[in-house]
């Protein structure tokens, strides 16, 4: 658990968001998609949206957890913007996932693993760090990278564990 501050306003930071992300990765490797997960929960602690990368299944390469999770939460909320909400995600956002937390105009990221680790595991990511995605955009994200870093760890070892489908 962590506090942050956001626009003069105290914002937690809950583990259990970033589990039921873990545990929406590891369900969706289990059906045979990437090891990845993402959860969007409103400033108040509600959650919108928890979903898995689908991109093998789907035979799409865009669905990735990040997007279906803001897909998800848009369709739920009737919306495209998600101001007051937070993203989880297993894994720091690669560059089409940072552009459309973005536009989803999402202020606050919360990732577990790092692109290193997702390259190590055998991912191409392309990928731009945090200080350069808010120097690019206007608007000013706060970032908080290695929340539960070990415990989202543990998807990528059960990824290779059941040999998983590399894209």
Not at 16 to 28: H, P, Q, Y
Not at 55 to 69: F, G, Q, R, Y
Not at 91 to 110: F, H, K, S
Request: hydrophobic share 45%; with cysteine; charged share 25%.
């Amino acid at each position: 658990m962590a506090i942050i501050r956001y626009k003069g306003k105290k914002i937690l930071l809950e583990e259990k968001f970033m589990r039921k992300a873990i545990d929406v990765a590891l369900l969706g490797i289990k059906k045979g998609n990437g090891p990845f997960g993402a959860a969007i929960v409103d400033f108040k602690g509600n959650v919108i949206s928890c979903t898995a990368n689908s991109v093998v299944k789907s035979k799409n390469p865009t669905l990735h957890a990040e997007v279906n999770a803001i897909a998800a939460a848009c369709k739920k909320l009737k919306t495209h913007i998600l101001d007051k909400h937070i993203i989880y995600t297993t894994t720091e956002p690669c560059l089409m996932c940072r552009g459309a937390i973005y536009w989803a105009q999402i202020p606050i990221i919360v990732y577990g693993t790092n692109q290193k680790d997702a390259r190590v595991l055998g991912f191409d990511e392309i990928n731009i760090s945090d200080a350069q995605y808010n120097r690019i955009g206007k608007r000013k994200m706060i970032i908080v990278k290695d929340f539960m870093r070990k415990e989202a760890k543990v998807i990528f070892s059960e990824f290779k564990k059941m040999q998983g489908k590399m894209y």
